[in-house]
């Protein structure tokens, strides 16, 4: 298909805060790609990204004299594909009345890329499209992440050879359903595809010991340590290191759980590190729906899920021994640490626990992360500076002790 695509940011970049905070809607993961790498990989394209002004020097926006919009939060199939074919111009297509595709001339484009949410949709002729897949709320990525393993597992290896799995391994399943790309490494470890596939990537290590259940995958130079128990659906982006026990959750790229302790129903964003013997509760002592604390409302709101864990904005870290209670929100650059729980809802910024917090001031905040990113060899350009600078201004509303 031989059109210019954007994927545009909408009213769901605050719903999935602080996860967004670093990135577009579109960047965030549920199974092997993240939803803008699943849109390339079916459209056979690059795109780009209409999101906040913040954010915009890092992930830009190509715009051509013809444009093609897509509602970042929408996870491609080829229904929806589709119907991208069919639009003619300065036409689009609305869910329940939100405009979530449209494609547009130069004029409208520019119009569009001004008013965004409050694009005048009257000037364009629109049909509504029915029983879309997209991402609306925090937990919508660990809930759909085992569909998105297998689709995604069908997509990356279909018509390919896997290479061969070594003897030392037992293998519970159907052969077929674990693939492992050039230099993946496993040895002394059980696995069992009967509950999904397993996809390890290239030159991720599976230690000696691990026990696995799919769905699960491993990106580029991930590592599971030893003796690991796995339960599906696990995604470990790029160069994570991950330990201990694992239940429905997603781990970014370059983020690390490398010990024993609990995690389950939780997403975890980039460049975050749970020190040894952390645990989360995702489900509450009395079997009640969780309550997750909304960017939106400044409150509390019911999630309508019993299971659900911890969400952790990108270069927050927790010390040895740490407790996270049921449904509890970590900000960007947090670091957390001490004995007891730590409150359901922490700022981004935050140094301490259940203690209390103290400020982590921008300057010290940014020093860590580019320790941490430099033990990886990547520098921390001026773009993911200014992005922290950004979020750390506009933070400061929720670190109430700044006020007192």
């Known amino acids: 298909m031989n059109h210019n695509f954007i994927l545009f940011d909408s009213d769901e970049w605050i719903d999935l805060l602080p996860l967004t905070y670093t990135r577009p809607v579109a960047e965030l993961k549920t199974g092997i790609f993240t939803i803008r790498q699943k849109w390339e990989f079916l ?12 954010l915009s020097r890092k992930f830009k926006t190509h715009l051509q004299d013809e444009n093609i919009f897509i509602n970042g939060s929408l996870i491609p199939d080829q229904k929806l594909i589709d119907h991208i074919s069919t639009l003619t111009l300065n036409s689009g297509f609305t869910n329940q009345g939100k405009l979530v595709i449209v494609r547009l001339d130069k004029k409208l484009s520019a119009e569009f890329i001004r008013d965004n949410i409050k694009f005048n949709i009257n000037n364009i002729h629109i049909n509504e499209i029915f029983n879309i897949n997209k991402i609306n709320y925090l937990w919508d990525l660990f809930q759909k992440a085992d569909m998105e393993i297998r689709i995604d597992f069908g ?5 390919r050879n896997s ?4 003897r030392t391994n037992t293998l519970i399943g159907d052969s077929d359903s674990i693939f492992l790309e050039p230099g993946a490494k496993i040895e002394s470890s059980v696995i069992n595809t009967s509950t999904g596939p397993v996809y390890i990537s290239k030159n991720a290590e599976i230690m000696e010991g691990c026990m696995i259940r799919g769905p699960f995958i491993m990106d580029e130079n991930a590592t599971l340590k030893m003796g690991s128990k796995i339960y599906g659906a696990v995604s470990l982006g790029k160069h994570c290191k991950v330990g201990g026990e694992v239940n429905n959750s997603i781990f970014m790229d370059y983020s690390n759980k490398a ?12 460049w975050c590190n749970l020190g040894a013997d952390t645990n989360n509760s995702n489900l509450k002592n009395n079997y009640a729906i969780v309550k997750l604390w909304s960017y939106k409302k400044s409150s509390f709101v019911s999630t309508g899920q019993q299971f659900c864990g911890l969400f952790m904005g990108d270069h927050s870290k927790a010390g040895i021994n ?11 650059s947090a670091n957390i640490f001490g004995a007891g729980f730590p409150r359901n809802f922490v700022p981004s910024f935050s140094w301490g626990g259940n203690h209390g917090f ?18 990886r060899h990547i520098s921390m350009d001026d773009n993911e500076k200014a992005i922290l600078v950004h979020i750390f201004e506009e933070t400061a509303k929720n670190r109430i002790w700044e006020r007192k």
């Open 322 to 332: 740490t407790m996270f209670n049921t449904g509890t929100i970590v900000g960007v």
């Open 43 to 54: 459209l056979n394209h690059k795109i780009s990204f209409l999101t906040k002004d913040y």
């Open 358 to 375: 103290t400020t982590f001031e921008i300057h010290k905040a940014l020093e860590t992360a580019q320790i941490m990113m430099a033990r």
């Open 259 to 270: 010990h024993d302790g609990f995690l389950g129903n939780s997403v975890l964003g980039e």
């Open 163 to 166: 290479e061969k799995l070594s």
């Open 155 to 159: 997509l990356l290896t279909k018509d």
